[in-house]
């Protein structure tokens, strides 16, 4: 399983975002520019983050992106389901069906077993993401806010 570049950009926008000084809004391009990404790549990541009440947007003038919830709300679960969806990993395409014609009922079986470990597999990873929240990540950064327009504007 490939993890999209999407979700580790979607964790550093909200880490970053967490840290902004007086949750002041930041302007998208401000972020693109503090990760060296894409703007309209992060705008559609941004997007996926907003859908699920995550960050919140308002493109007015004095706008921008802010946190939805407390970090302590936010599990690196919720991140990867947003960019991810919460579908399941493994799809099966029942190509069976063409591979095997004699004995269908005993495969079957055997390939209810398989999908069930893959099911087990998914379940204890998305446990373990749920675990994870970005307070989590944040707790040795606690004391540490960052006005990130400020860092910007003296690097330009």
Known sequence: MKIKIGVEQAIYVVVILAR????????????????????????????QLAVQHIITTDASKTGGL?????TSEISLLDIFEAI?????????????????????????QKFDQVNLQFKQAEKNYKATLAKLSIADL????????????DIADTNN
């Open 20 to 47: 902004q000084q007086d949750q002041q809004p930041l302007k998208s391009k401000l972020l693109s520019q503090i990760l060296q990404v894409s703007d309209s790549y992060l705008h559609k990541i941004t997007r």
């Open 66 to 70: 802010t946190l939805a919830r407390p």
């Open 84 to 108: 991810e969806g919460p579908d399941s990993f493994a799809s099966w395409n029942n190509l069976r069906d063409q591979v095997l014609r004699l004995d269908n009922h005993a495969f079957e």
């Open 138 to 149: 944040l707790s040795d950064e606690t004391a540490s806010f960052v006005d990130w327009n």
